[in-house]
């Protein structure tokens, strides 16, 4: 298991677009990912799950990545989040 922590500097928060392109990169792994937000557990493959958790501005995110290709999982989700996933 690896765990990072972020910052969302995305100005809109994790809305529609963003949360979808989240949910679709974490779907490409194996590993489980998760995210630790305001006290909540989002499960980072479920857009709806990302869209309830209501992610806004400068809150700050833990992610936390738990299977074979966990070490990879952890970076390309820090890369979305970094490039604010295209936006």
Avoid: Q, W
């Avoid at 590993?31 to 501005?57: P, Q, R």
């Avoid at 738990?66 to 970094?82: H, N, P």
């Amino acid at each position: 298991m690896v765990k990072d922590k972020i910052i969302l500097t995305n100005k809109t928060g994790l809305h529609a677009r963003p949360a979808s392109e989240l949910a679709k990169l974490a779907a490409t792994f194996k590993s489980e990912i998760k995210l630790y937000v305001n006290g909540k557990t989002v499960d980072a493959k479920s857009i709806l799950s990302i869209m309830s958790a209501g992610i806004k501005c400068n809150t700050e995110i833990e992610i936390e990545c738990d299977g074979e290709d966990e070490k990879k999982a952890l970076l390309e989700i820090k890369k979305g989040f970094e490039n604010n996933f295209g936006e």
